[in-house]
């Protein structure tokens, strides 16, 4: 094929491709939310409290045991889970508990949940247990919101500004 019929027929395909991905680019639209609408984002990676104390071990105990491994403390490492209950206006939104990461389950426990919510003003309470052995929550907040189309309300957890914190 001569290069006066191949470099015309070349330009026509790339003028096509090009038109097809500038229509994709922008088309068909995609709304994230839809109108009248905000975005409810949990998002946290906090470490539960230990299940168990580290526990002293005993001079019998620890002469029994080979010198290599001789450490007056015995401490095991599996954390708790962290449960989350999330209230708006009164209504739980969200309820459930977060297993510790790791094969020996001694990691941070990490949540991420998204869901859209009504716009308008809110009461919205959180409440964070990262303690096993305490019955009830260890964190409870309580926050009042106003929430604007397309806002992104986000709950995180920070231990350094006071626990539950509402951005």
């Known amino acids: 094929m001569s290069k006066f019929v191949r470099y015309p027929i070349q330009a026509l395909l790339y003028a096509l491709f090009a038109l097809v991905v500038g229509y994709f680019s922008t088309s068909p ?22 299940l168990v104390e580290c526990r002293q071990r005993s001079a019998e105990e620890l002469a029994k045991m080979p010198p290599n491994m001789r450490t ?9 889970p962290v449960a989350v209950r999330v209230e708006l206006d009164g209504k739980p939104i969200i309820d ?6 790791g094969l020996s389950k001694d990691g941070a426990s990490a949540a991420y949940r998204r869901m859209p919510i009504p716009t308008g003003e809110h009461q919205l309470h959180v409440r964070i247990n990262d303690d096993k052995n305490v019955q009830g929550y260890t964190h409870d907040r309580a926050f009042a919101l106003n929430v ?9 957890f920070q231990p350094e500004l ?3 914190v509402v951005r």
């Open 29 to 50: 639209r995609y709304h994230l939310l839809k109108e009248g609408e905000g975005l409810l984002r949990l998002s946290l990676q906090h470490p539960g409290k230990l």
């Open 162 to 164: 006071g626990g539950v």
């Open 148 to 156: 604007k189309p397309g806002q992104i309300v986000l709950i995180d």
């Open 96 to 101: 459930d508990s977060y297993a510790p990461a």
């Open 72 to 80: 007056s403390a015995e401490c095991p490492r599996e954390r708790s």
